[in-house]
Nanobody, 132 residues
Framework: QIQLVESGGGLVQAGDSLRLSCTAS?????????????MGWFRQAPGKEREFVAA????????YYTDSVKGRFTISRDNTRMTAYLQMNSLKPEDTARYYC????????????????????WGQGTQVTVSS
């Protein structure tokens, strides 16, 4: 299995930017490479359920965002570095949450995965706090 480690969170002011990274390591199942996994970002604020933020297909050709971050966040990936990214611009206090990346080993090549139940591997998360 693979391990996912997020980084890049922090305390910022409203309007600032952050870039989160999610790096995979460990032995992939059946010799799979990082490009075999669809990737997603989720977040969970205190007292709230985990919510979908963004997803990217295996090759990076397709992406999808929740409405509240469209135009502000960009998901990308570098398969050679085994890393997925979430560029977050124009941050708002309501973006405050713990952000998690996830990997889906069964997604078709062009598919973006929105449901958290379909993801197989999760990182420990990185905290993003946006002050007003």
């Amino acid at each position: 299995q693979i391990q996912l480690v997020e980084s890049g969170g922090g305390l910022v002011q409203a309007g600032d930017s952050l870039r989160l990274s999610c790096t995979a390591s460990g032995r992939t199942a059946s010799g799979r490479t990082f490009s075999s996994y669809a990737m997603g970002w989720f977040r969970q604020a205190p007292g709230k359920e985990r919510e979908f933020v963004a997803a990217i297909s295996r090759s990076g050709g397709n992406t999808y965002y929740t409405d509240s971050v469209k135009g502000r966040f960009t998901i990308s990936r570098d398969n050679t570095r085994m890393t997925a990214y979430l560029q977050m611009n124009s941050l708002k206090p309501e973006d405050t949450a713990r952000y998690y990346c996830a990997a889906d080993r069964n997604a078709a090549s062009l598919r973006v995965v929105i449901s958290d139940r379909e993801y197989d591997y999760w990182g420990q998360g990185t905290q993003v706090t946006v002050s007003s």
